[in-house]
């Protein structure tokens, strides 16, 4: 008698991939500078030893020196590392050869920040064994295209939030598959902070939910997810956790847009923090329009410096500081005149005391934001009038874009003409600037 054939078991197969590339900033460096190569190094917005790393490479992670570590800290944890002040502009030209490098294996389909992207894998690319040849291919040609030291960790798995869990979960230069058949076991051996989206005050709130493993959190029905984890993102995280590519594709956009500044020595004044207020507001506004956003609420934050004695906290510089914000709604708008309007009150509800004299950091924030398709016309300005202050933004915008930020903006900005440089966010490629 034959034996019954073996019924093969079919191959999972993979929906998304994610890319995270390691030690951004600190790799560039260490790419342009051989002599850096194999050392700690850390990336600092400027050298003096009370700014804060803005990346650290893993020789300098492996002696505790983090993101946002105090240069002065990080050179009493590590003595051998070498400050390298940011290079911003180079740091964008690479993100743009990474995603043509990656484009060489497969599109890109959504970029996160400058640092991390995906790709949505269909057809010949999803069985297992073909898309981890493809993450081989793709960190083959980074080395092979863009610079030879660069390290990425790819995420391999059904959606696109398992594909940057798996991403996370070997650095450097992982390749990691989470595929249906492993994924509770996997998942059940992650601390809550390793899951995207959950920061200290959201695994608070799970820990007084009674919530303290990840086994606690995928044994809740879906109806206790969002009861625990609060309207829509609970149901979505539910089936992700599952494996599910559940999206709801009008809600994945930019949900806010900021821009904030430590003033210099010389605009430490009412005067010169305004004007830096009306600056960063120009670069939001220019950054909002061109996502083609809408925010509906603007909030001003502000720093002081004031004596120790009067001081709430300290500021990662060392600064004794009180800090002030407040925020306001407005018209779903994105023209610079109706948030120029919106700061101007803010402006005057500031602290205007004795003690608050000495602004040293400022930031604007616009929040709210719904894309173009959701926005909704305001019942207090017709459509003419709302298209006519549109038209006039993204005329100034593409001057500004064509001739440099300064080419055209409002006369209370010129006294702060030179500062808040371009600063590169994790969340976003400044093009514009």
């Not at 625990?228 to 993102?233: P, Q, S």
Request: neutral net charge; aromatic residues 6%.
């Amino acid at each position: 008698m034959h034996a019954p054939p073996v019924e093969s078991r079919p191959e999972p197969r993979i929906g998304w991939l994610f890319l995270d590339l390691n030690s951004y900033f600190a790799s560039i460096e260490q790419e342009l500078r051989p002599e850096l190569r194999g050392r700690p190094v850390a990336v600092v917005p400027l050298m003096a030893d009370t700014t804060c790393a803005i990346a650290a490479s893993y020789e300098a992670k492996a002696f505790g020196v983090r993101t946002g570590t105090q240069a002065g800290e990080a050179k009493k944890l590590c003595p051998r590392i070498e400050l390298v002040e940011a290079r911003h502009e180079l740091y964008v030209d690479y993100h743009h050869r990474i995603v043509e490098a990656v484009e060489r294996c497969v599109p890109v389909s959504v970029v996160m920040s400058i640092d991390e992207m995906a790709a949505s894998l269909i057809g010949r690319e999803q069985p297992l064994m073909a898309a981890l040849d493809l993450g081989r291919r793709i960190k083959a040609s980074i080395r092979e295209h863009v610079g030879l030291t660069l390290r990425c960790s790819v995420g391999l798995a059904p959606n696109r939030y398992l594909a940057k869990i798996a991403s996370d979960m070997e650095k450097p230069d992982g390749l990691v598959a989470l595929t249906p058949d492993i994924l509770g076991l996997a998942l059940s051996n992650l601390r809550l902070r390793d899951l995207p989206g959950v920061g200290a005050r959201m695994e608070q709130h799970l820990n007084e939910h009674g919530i303290r493993t990840m086994p606690q959190l995928l044994a809740l029905s879906r109806e206790q997810m969002n009861e625990n984890w609060g309207g829509i993102g609970g149901d979505k995280l539910w089936h992700w956790l599952r494996g599910e590519d559940f999206n709801y594709p009008e809600l994945e956009h930019q949900k806010s847009i900021s821009q904030s500044h430590v003033l210099p020595p010389e605009l430490r004044t009412p005067e010169g923090c305004y004007a830096v207020a009306h600056k960063l507001l120009h670069k939001a506004a220019m950054r909002l329009r061109t996502a083609q956003l809408w925010t509906a609420h603007v909030s001003l934050s502000i720093r002081f410096a004031v004596p120790r004695t009067d001081a709430r906290k300290r500021h990662n510089s060392g600064i004794p500081q009180a800090g002030w914000s407040h925020g306001i709604s407005v018209i779903e708008c994105q023209d610079s005149q109706t948030l120029v309007d919106a700061l101007v009150k803010l402006w005057s509800m500031r602290p205007q005391d004795a003690l608050h004299q000495k602004p040293f950091y400022v930031g604007v924030w616009l929040g709210n934001l719904v894309p173009d398709h959701l926005h909704t016309l305001s019942l207090f300005s017709g459509l003419e009038s709302e298209s006519r202050r549109t038209r006039l933004s993204i005329a100034m915008d593409a001057l500004n874009r064509k001739y440099g930020l300064d080419t055209l903006m409002p006369a209370s900005m010129l006294l702060a003409k030179a500062a808040a440089p371009t600063r590169i966010a994790f969340t976003s490629i400044p093009d514009l600037f």
